[in-house]
């Protein structure tokens, strides 16, 4: 799958992930989503860093470097949510708040993704090199799946 697409479906994947912790109100199955949730955006996010976005950084434009630069910041900043919600109560108030900041996050960056720097990738990277770092990623994903 070329690369762009299969970071499209996992963007996709984790903002139904985020619809259904807002539909429930019980705390094992918020938790059950918020592990997955969690461990979702940690292959992502890895195979983005590793793999997607040194690509695009060898674009070589100050746009994409900045672009990538800013992605970078913005996963961090989703870390650090992220190590915060196991030490809350999934029935807590401020639980379901954490929740939404992080949704928040999470859409916002993956739309900067989509609207700028996938288009810019798909115009200077190539189909052939789309594929190719699409099919590395997924083998990467894969074994991240498989040891979890
Ligand atoms: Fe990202
Ligand atoms: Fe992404």
Redesign the pocket.
Known sequence: MKATDL?KK??KNVKTLFKKVEETEDGRRRRQLMDEIANELKI??QI?EEVFYPAVREIGSSKAEEMVDE?YEEHHVVDLVLAELPNVDPEDERFAAKMTVLAELVEH??EE?EEEMFPLAEKKLGKERLQELGERMEQMAGGQRRAA
């Open positions: 970071l996992q963007h992502h996010t983005e992605s960056h993956a993704e």
